[in-house]
Every structure is written in C-alpha cells, then in structure tokens.
T-cell receptor, first 110, second 113 residues
C-alpha cells in the first residue's frame, strides 16, 4: 500500500503566490524526500529532511516534518510558471528503497 | 551526483512482444532501482538490482515478467515480457545520490497496443 498520501491532489495558483502541499505517511521513517516530475518524465530530487529534523530550506523551498503526526509539508514561495509539475513525497524507511505518495499536480498560471 | 542515461524514451509495442529498457550511469553504483508509474499514478518499486546477484523483486512483480540484468556497476536493463495493454506505463530507473535522495533516469513511456 502507498506510504505517503499527498493533498491536495491538484493545486492551481497564480505566479507569485505560494504553494503548499502536504504529505502524510504511516510507518516510521529515516527520512522523507520531495521530488518534482515534469510532464511524466524523470523525477528530480528537491529536498530531503531527516527524521530528527523539523524544518529545512532550499532556495524557494521550505519543508517541515512532524514525526508525531507522521506528516510533512512542502512550501514553494513566489511560484513561477516553471514550477508547474507534479510533486511527490517519498519516505525512506532505512532499507534504501523509497515509498512514494500519490502526488500533487501544481499548475502555476502566468 | 550521478547522471543516468535511459533509453528508449518512449515506445509503442504490440501485445505479446517484449521491450528491453536500458540505464547507463556515469559512475559506479552498488544498487539500481526500477520503478513503474502507471497512468496518473505514483511510482511503485519493481525491483532492486545489485551487481553480481539476482535482483530482489517487490510483491506483485516476478522475474519471468520483468527480468533484470546487472552486468556491471554502471549498467542495468529491465525487460517487460509478453506485454499486454496493462503494462502501459512509464518505467524509471534510479540510483542513490550519495548525499541524500536518489537520481532518476528520464523515464521510458511504454504504450502497448
């Protein structure tokens, strides 16, 4: 069964706005990762947050992790049309394999 | 981090035939992973391929349907055998990024008709 569940399933915003996506998972993790996928192509690694971290930043990305609630959020600030993509969270339980959520489709309109 | 060359990028195949997907990595890696992404769905791990040993398959995937080769530390192939329309998916390989996360190939979009 899927480990991660993202919401919303789809998100439509205007350029310059912030986009927030959430991810919930079910079992213990070593870390949680976020990926972007453009038009059904390969995935691009965005950011990794370890289980002992609560917040992490990378450029316009901010990720939070709440292990007590088994949830994470990805915030993209000042969004651009080029951010239009599907975003997936993935959990690493420590066996070098990832379990992916269902993803959020983000549409950023100019 | 590693760079992966995956091919073909897409193919349209007749049912009953087989397709072999190749991934070439620009550095040596211990493990390579193969995923399937069905239309509109998330990624599901098919198997983990270690050089010099048989691949480890996840529940629901079998070697006869998805044979994998791993002849050296930079290369792997996944074959989708005896294809049916239900095999229409994007297939992706990935490797550890050595520093966090995984690098993915650009994917193979397979359509079975």
């Amino acid at each position: 069964s899927q480990q991660g569940e993202e919401d919303p399933q789809a998100l439509s915003i205007q350029e310059g706005e912030n986009a927030t996506m959430n991810c919930s998972y079910k079992t213990s993790i070593n870390n949680l990762q976020w990926y972007r996928q453009n038009s059904g192509r390969g995935l691009v690694h965005l950011i990794l947050i370890r289980s002992n971290e609560r917040e992490k930043h990378s450029g316009r990305l901010r990720v939070t992790l709440d292990t007590s609630k088994k949830s994470s959020s990805l915030l993209i600030t000042a969004s651009r049309a080029a951010d239009t993509a599907s975003y997936f969270c993935a959990t690493d339980g420590g066996y070098s394999t990832l379990t992916f959520g269902k993803g959020t489709m983000l549409l950023v309109s100019p | 981090s590693a760079v992966i060359s995956q091919k073909p990028s897409r193919d349209i195949c007749q049912r009953g035939t087989s397709l072999t997907i190749q991934c070439q990595v620009d550095s040596q890696v211990t493990m390579m992973f193969w995923y399937r992404q069905q239309p509109g769905q998330s990624l599901t791990l098919i198997a983990t391929a270690n050089q010099g040993s048989e691949a480890t398959y996840e529940s629901g995937f079998v070697i006869d349907k998805f044979p994998i080769s791993r002849p050296n530390l930079t290369f792997s192939t996944l074959t989708v055998s005896n294809m049916s329309p239900e095999d229409s998916s994007i297939y992706l390989c990935s490797v550890d990024r050595q520093g966090g996360g995984y690098t993915f190939g650009s994917g193979t979009r397979l359509t079975v008709v």
